[in-house]
Nanobody
Framework: QVQLVESGGGLVQAGDSLRLSCAASGRTFSSYAMGWFRQAPGKEREFIVVINASGGRILYANSVKGRFTISRDNAKNTVYLQMNSLKPEDTAVYYC????????????????WGQGTQVTVSP
């Protein structure tokens, strides 16, 4: 069992930066790939990025490539999402997720989810 808690969301202006954190419970964090997804009102949950268990492989969605950076600290059971050059279209609830199916980009490939943190980017 893995419990995930996101933090770091908020209201920012276009062009600003935010860093999201996702703290995991349990001693098996280092065996899970960790992904970030987001969901805007009225839209499906969208894949953003995933990092494998060791941190050596990363897959980004084209929509955030070059602006967002994922990292993880297995000693702290935490994964981070650094978001730069934020745009109004980045406004969404951001979720972290844990899975053991490699670099998954689909919701169904993840076993555990956090409760989400709201990110709002004003023009």
């Amino acid at each position: 069992q893995v419990q995930l808690v996101e933090s770091g969301g908020g209201l920012v202006q276009a062009g600003d930066s935010l860093r999201l954190s996702c703290a995991a419970s349990g001693r098996t964090f280092s065996s899970y790939a960790m992904g970030w997804f987001r969901q805007a009102p009225g839209k499906e949950r969208e894949f953003i990025v995933v990092i494998n268990a060791s941190g050596g492989r990363i897959l980004y969605a084209n929509s955030v490539k070059g602006r967002f950076t994922i990292s993880r600290d297995n000693a702290k059971n935490t994964v981070y999402l650094q978001m730069n050059s934020l745009k109004p279209e980045d406004t969404a609830v951001y979720y972290c997720a844990a899975g053991q199916r490699g670099l998954g980009s689909r919701v169904g490939e993840y076993d555990y989810w956090g409760q989400g943190t709201q990110v709002t980017v004003s023009p």
